[in-house]
């Protein structure tokens, strides 16, 4: 009976193990992780609805933000050199969703490659121009939200696609129409 309890506790040890070194290569925990060092240089955003500066073209200002990423190894070690495996990720989609519903959900295709320890930036654009007219005279203060922004992306092997690697960012968005300069230099 004894015996019988030492080869599980033995069993159950092993599957422990294997399961703590398994998860080193997972969706959530990868050899390198995807960061977001920053969106809009961390300043807030402003959505100008219309920009009537010049009366022979109006228009109306498309959101688009700079984004910095960072590729860092998940381990916190030194980065893989390049051109071995796991060396680069590759950022291919983002999804930007507002907390009180001023805009709609806006998703894009991205093609931005990180290397490994290196940093790389990048533009998205944010909202819809098509609901940023809609929204002309019908607000009367200012609208501030936040937007979430999720990246998701894969590591770069050798000779195939590696893991999934994921990052979320917030950016602050006052949405108005702030008298026709441009308030985001």
Known sequence: MKW??????????????????????????????????????????????????????IFIPVDQVSVR?????????????????FDQIIVDHYTVTYDNGVFSPISGGMNVVVPSGGTTDAAITISNPSEKGALLG?????????AKIDFTGWVRTTGNDGDRVYATAYLTVQVDNFGDSNVNK
């Not at 860092?72 to 495996?85: D, I, M, N, R, T």
């Not at 019908?138 to 936040?146: M, N, S």
Request: proline share 4%; with cysteine; net charge negative.
């Open 4 to 57: 019988n309890r030492a080869v599980l506790a033995g069993m159950v040890l092993t599957a422990v193990t294997a399961l703590f070194f398994i998860s080193g290569c997972t969706s959530t925990s990868t050899r390198t992780d995807l960061h977001v060092d920053s969106v809009n240089g961390g300043k807030t955003y402003y959505s100008d609805l219309i920009n009537e500066a010049d009366t022979a073209h």
């Open 69 to 85: 990423f960072s590729n860092v190894p998940h381990s916190g070690g030194q980065p893989v050199a390049p051109g071995s495996g």
């Open 138 to 146: 019908t607000i009367t203060t200012t609208v501030t939200a936040t």
